[in-house]
């Protein structure tokens, strides 16, 4: 992202990029600015211009995926990935995989975050909807992630743990596993895994692979994953979105402007070390026009 621009500049050239829309102008200013900057740039286009700057965006003739990543870089990445859970709970089925995605992979301060902004604009609780869309022990998972308190890291705690992990393996209590996975910090539990696979002689995530199925064994597995390595579950994402026919614009979008200030080199790196080729390579391949060169210009910041 460049730094040291200026919002109310940013917003005068955004502003004069219409009608007709100068996608390049556009690209240019949004993908190289960060939230809290294209947050500027509105604010002094409602204050001091009188225009929103995305409600005249929406008034454009640009492509639809242009659009879309156009309406997620300007819009609060709380907000957003708010709009996506309340999508992936819509009937006539459910998105566990977005669920997943966005649940078992953020701390504790952006679910707090996540979870004030979908209060905010749905006027209800995040855990109600989550509890009518989703049932059994994928159900107790999210609800207990969303309702997570920090807890204190020591050794004694994750020997504990550990034990706990290998009898509830044994048992295949889901309950136990879904109560501890979402009631402890990355910390504690990274520790965990490490003493669990002492104790038991195998990864949890190979155990978690082997005795669990469906939903819950999908939610474990990612908690695991993003313990173990995040940003190769990230990289994991992307390339499931971009393979076979079709691309899942709203997980490629998601992903790319979500973590673009938080760790998509990183997300780069393990794409390229697991999948032997370049994220910008794969995006070039599955997408076209303005919106690939939008997604190109955040991916390469």
């Not at 669990?196 to 190979?206: M, P």
């Not at 490629?252 to 998509?264: G, K, M, P, S």
């Amino acid at each position: 992202m460049t730094l040291g621009h200026n919002p109310t500049c940013d917003a005068l050239t955004l502003m004069r990029s219409f009608p007709p829309p100068d996608e390049a102008s556009i690209i240019n200013i949004l993908a190289n600015r960060t939230s809290d900057h294209r947050q500027g740039i509105i604010s002094f286009g409602r204050g001091a211009l009188h225009r929103d700057l995305i409600a005249v965006l929406e008034e454009q003739n640009i492509e639809p995926a242009f659009k879309i990543v156009l309406r997620a870089v300007l819009t609060p990445t709380a907000v957003l990935l708010a709009y996506h859970l309340f999508d992936a709970i819509q009937w006539p089925g459910t998105n566990e995989t977005t669920l997943v995605e966005i649940l078992c992979t953020r701390n504790d301060m952006e679910i707090q975050q996540i979870n004030s902004a979908y209060n905010q604009i749905y006027e209800r609780p995040l855990q109600h909807d989550l509890g009518a869309a989703t049932s059994g022990p994928f159900r107790r998972l999210l609800v207990s992630i969303i309702n997570n308190v920090e807890k204190n890291y020591n050794l004694s705690l994750t020997m504990i743990l550990a034990n706990k992990l290998h009898q509830a393996d044994e048992s295949l209590d889901e309950a136990e596993f879904s109560r501890i996975f979402s009631s402890h910090s990355f910390t504690v539990l990274r520790a965990v895994l490490e003493e669990y696979k002492k104790i038991k002689g195998k990864s949890l995530h190979d155990a978690i692979r082997s005795e669990f199925s469906g939903d819950i064994k999908t939610g474990l597995l990612a908690v695991v994953m993003c313990i173990e390595n995040r940003h190769q579950f990230f990289a994991k994402c992307l390339h499931d979105a971009m393979r076979g026919l079709g691309t899942k614009d709203d997980t490629l979008i998601r992903i790319i402007v979500t973590r673009a200030e938080i760790d998509l080199g990183n997300i780069k790196h393990e794409y390229q070390r697991v999948f032997g080729r370049t994220l910008e390579s794969d995006i070039r391949g599955d997408t076209s026009g303005d919106y690939k060169r939008m997604l190109l210009a955040i991916v390469q910041g």
